[in-house]
């Protein structure tokens, strides 16, 4: 390229002279369409909007085409080869984002620079922030992926008008700045086809969930072990209901949380960890209510005899934990002791067979109330967590 500023000038005049800027480009609409290139370059993930359902970005958009009207002789014009105009002066492709979040308007802006060459091919190169409707699937959050389409078509025209051709659907990550956020997993573009004319970019986003991990699922799995520990407290303290009562809010508050960070849908379905936090606050009640039952044994009158069944049940409890503990105890009057000749080794073989020499007193059977109550669940608590776990990572 040579000349100058006025050479240019006078160049751009030239063209531009009977030049309509509303006409599309063509020399015979009927037997030839419009061919337009178009590629996309991602640059940054700005937000992903789980609860607005909206998707930003930004990139370059690449648009190249042939304009017979703004072809020239390099010699005739002081060996000029390429010039700019403004978006503006000469016609470009109406492109609209059609799943705008925000309103739909044309792309690019009139005073954009656009490069043009002697045998009349425009580049049009244009750096844009695209806002587009994305509906999230949290269902694995925080191991979640996201699939978003942005659409762009160009409006006002059809595909006897002018063709869109898309080079290649890879794209190029190079040029694209890490999320903190986010981590892309791939990122496509393809063509419609007819009769629908325009194109289409597939993004893939993994969420990087290590923060939610340690902010949100650990804490949640270890309240769910520490709630049974209130089987281990000792029942004089006094402190049992307001411990059960304080964890089930605990788990509440982190329910609560959730639902202000997720969508408001149940489509496909709600999120796991949703489930899990309600499955949690059931256990927590029922824990809370077996806490309240099992003080009633611990405050129970000395001179109330314990129901036989009740014996039986605590007495085999005690032996199966201890087999060694067979020995005849005093009978208090509020004891009732249940007789067996089986040796100490059959006691958990045969429920129905009478159990070794024991004492049984309702402190005895509030003990071991309290400790199959923290047996059982501890069992679901590991079994909820365990199969959230492997649901969420596989």
């Not at 060459?117 to 922030?129: E, S």
């Not at 160009?154 to 006897?160: I, R, V």
């Not at 419609?192 to 597939?202: D, H, N, Q, V």
């Not at 020995?327 to 129905?352: F, I, Q, R, Y």
Request: aromatic share 12%; charged share 15%; net charge neutral.
């Amino acid at each position: 390229m040579s000349g100058n500023s006025t050479y240019k000038t006078t160049l751009n005049a030239a063209l531009l002279t009977g030049y309509n800027p509303s006409v599309h480009p063509g020399q015979n609409y009927d037997r030839q369409l419009l061919n337009i290139n178009v590629s996309f370059s991602l640059t940054k993930i700005q937000t992903f909007d789980e609860l607005a359902s909206a998707f930003t970005i930004t990139g370059v958009f690449k648009v190249t085409w042939h304009d017979e009207r703004l072809k020239w002789t390099p010699d005739t014009y002081y060996k000029l080869t390429n010039t700019h105009f403004k978006q503006k002066e000469i016609w470009t492709p109406p492109f609209v984002l059609s799943n705008s979040y925000h309103n739909i308007d044309l792309i690019g802006n009139g005073d954009m620079p656009v490069k043009l060459t002697h045998d009349g091919t425009v580049d049009w190169f244009l750096p844009l922030k695209l806002s587009s409707s994305c509906d999230a699937d949290v269902t694995y959050y925080p191991n979640d992926e996201q699939i978003c389409n942005l659409e762009i078509l160009p409006w006002g025209y059809t595909q006897k008008h002018i063709k869109v051709t898309v080079p290649s659907s890879s794209l190029n990550p190079d040029e694209y700045e890490q999320n903190p956020t986010w981590t892309l997993v791939s990122i496509s573009q393809y063509s419609y086809k007819a009769p629908k004319l325009g194109f289409g970019i597939i993004i893939t986003l993994r969420r990087k969930p290590l923060f939610f991990i340690v902010n949100f699922i650990m804490p949640t799995v270890f309240v769910s072990f520490i709630n049974m520990m209130v089987f281990l407290l000792p029942a004089e303290s006094g402190e049992r209901v307001g411990f059960s009562i304080t964890v089930l809010l605990a788990i509440a508050v982190f329910l609560s949380t959730i639902t202000t960070i997720l969508p408001q849908t149940s489509t496909p379905q709600m999120a796991l960890l949703c489930y899990l936090l309600v499955a949690q606050i059931g256990q927590s009640l029922l824990i809370m209510l077996c806490t309240i039952f099992g003080l009633r044994f611990y405050l129970r009158p000395t001179k109330e005899p314990v129901p036989r069944w009740i014996a039986r049940l605590t007495s085999l409890a005690s032996a199966c934990k201890n087999p060694s503990n067979s020995n005849v105890h005093p009978l208090p009057e509020n004891t009732v002791t249940v007789l067996s000749n089986e040796e100490p080794g059959d006691v958990c073989k045969d429920a129905d067979n009478n159990v070794p020499d024991f004492v049984v007193s309702w402190q005895l059977v509030g003990k071991s109330f309290d400790s199959a109550c923290c047996v059982f669940f501890l069992l679901t608590s590991i079994i909820c967590n365990t199969a959230f776990l492997v649901v969420m990572c596989a």
